[in-house]
């Protein structure tokens, strides 16, 4: 996963789970050849001197019991809220936690629709449980948990709760008229833009700033493709609500995999698609392209296998360079802009109101 820092020289670090427990970052090689070092997280101030907001995160993330694309961006909005550097002159606070709640609570009550109309006596109510009274439909979700617990072998609660873990799985991709605005479909159309208009610019360009594009536009694509699969096969659980339920209390794990499939797939896009959203000019384009290029996601060969066709990762281009305009290649201190922007930029998707996604939350 994707780490958000703002030290320039730290730009594509992600992190990883480790065999033996716990967590290590792996940065690109800072000669800007192929290669990366593998480090544990204590360890990057033997590469550079982080800045006070990095050393922050790089604290929270390392102490997180299992580190996650959700985990991660929860700890980048917490840091990114706690006043340091050019937060602090925002001003404003991070409803971010609100939200997802919200989206959670939003994601169960659909699963509760969907069991209801499911698995509901035909004849039962001549009202369609999504037009139901909020009293009314407890009582016949209730009724209908009930009669289902001895078919699941468990509880009603253990069904609720079961329907509580699954909202939580799923309240990024979203399902039934969630779906439009989830956090994931608008993470697509951040894509679509950002491939189409890097497309165009290939086309423009010359040298190394069109084969720059082209990465880029190749790599979006397929990133594209692979979410749109993933997307519709973690909505596609809620179809058969006994199934769901079923393999949840049989397999989590193989159903917690699906269920986030999305979320490693897109979570790396977002700060790259601010950066090119950010850049209005044609010269801050340019700039923009060879930041981005730095960060395009690795393509992991298990694509492949999660969506059933292949990707000719060995053919992707490296255009890692050392040293850029405005920084010190030891310390990495200076490219002010960068890191303001990039503070700036992360903090206000933390603090982002979403009118469509509230006017779903006030319906439901």
Sequence with gaps: MAVPFTTPMLAGTRVRPTARGGTELIVPNLSGRSGVYILPWHGIRDLCRPNPHDLRLSTRVSRLDMVTPEALRHAARDVATEGLAEHALLGIAAPGGTRDQADRKLTNFLLLLALVRQREPVGTSKVPPERER????????LLVITRLAPLLDCTPGTIAASLEQ???????????????????TRGMENLHRLRDETRVWSLQQADEDAAMASLVAAVTDHTLTSASTAMTAARGLSDDMVV?????????????????????????????????????????????????????????????????HAFAVDEIPNFRQGVRRNQDWRTGLTMLAPIVRDERTGLMAAVAPFAATAQLHHAA
């Design 244 to 308: 769901l339920l079923r393999h949840w209390h049989a397999t989590p794990e193989a159903i917690g995999q699906r269920a986030t499939r999305p979320d490693w797939l897109l979570d790396e896009w977002e700060p790259i698609c601010r950066i090119w959203r950010g850049a209005e000019t044609q010269a801050a384009r340019r700039d923009a392209l060879r930041e981005i290029a730095l960060m395009v996601p690795a393509v992991p060969r298990a694509f492949a296998a999660w969506m059933g």
């Design 166 to 184: 699954l909202a939580g799985l799923l309240a990024s991709t979203g399902i039934g008229r969630q779906a439009p605005q989830a956090r994931h």
């Design 134 to 141: 909020p009293a009314e439909l407890v009582r016949r979700a």
